[in-house]
Nanobody
Framework: QVQLVESGGGLVQAGGSLRLSCAASGRTFSTYTMGWFRQAPGKEREFVAAISWSGGSTYYADSVKGRFTISRDNAKNTVFLQINSLKPEDTAVYYC????????????????WGQGTQVTVSS
């Protein structure tokens, strides 16, 4: 498994932006599909975005399309989530995850998870 550490969360006003980062350990980062999930209080963890090992394919939840952008830098073992036009309903703990599966958009498809970073959006 790969070790994942998220950063970049914080408190932001509605309409603002954040850039989340996830640093991965290990030499095989470039072979993983990487994903971002989020979990709001009292809710299940939900898929946000994923990116293929090469960065050539990306997938988004309908609720974030057009506002969130996932990207990766395999040379730096890092995956990013750019979040724009934040809404109060985006408030959640955001988790980075890794899998060898392609087109993975569910929690059960992912093997490795970070500890999460809190994003709080005030109205």
């Amino acid at each position: 498994q790969v070790q994942l550490v998220e950063s970049g969360g914080g408190l932001v006003q509605a309409g603002g932006s954040l850039r989340l980062s996830c640093a991965a350990s290990g030499r095989t980062f470039s072979t993983y599909t990487m994903g971002w999930f989020r979990q709001a209080p009292g809710k299940e963890r939900e898929f946000v975005a994923a990116i293929s090992w090469s960065g050539g394919s990306t997938y988004y939840a309908d609720s974030v399309k057009g506002r969130f952008t996932i990207s990766r830098d395999n040379a730096k073992n890092t995956v990013f989530l750019q979040i724009n036009s934040l809404k109060p309903e985006d408030t959640a703990v955001y988790y980075c995850s890794a899998t060898y599966a392609d087109y993975a958009t569910t929690t059960r498809e992912y093997d490795s998870w970070g500890q999460g970073t809190q994003v709080t959006v005030s109205s």
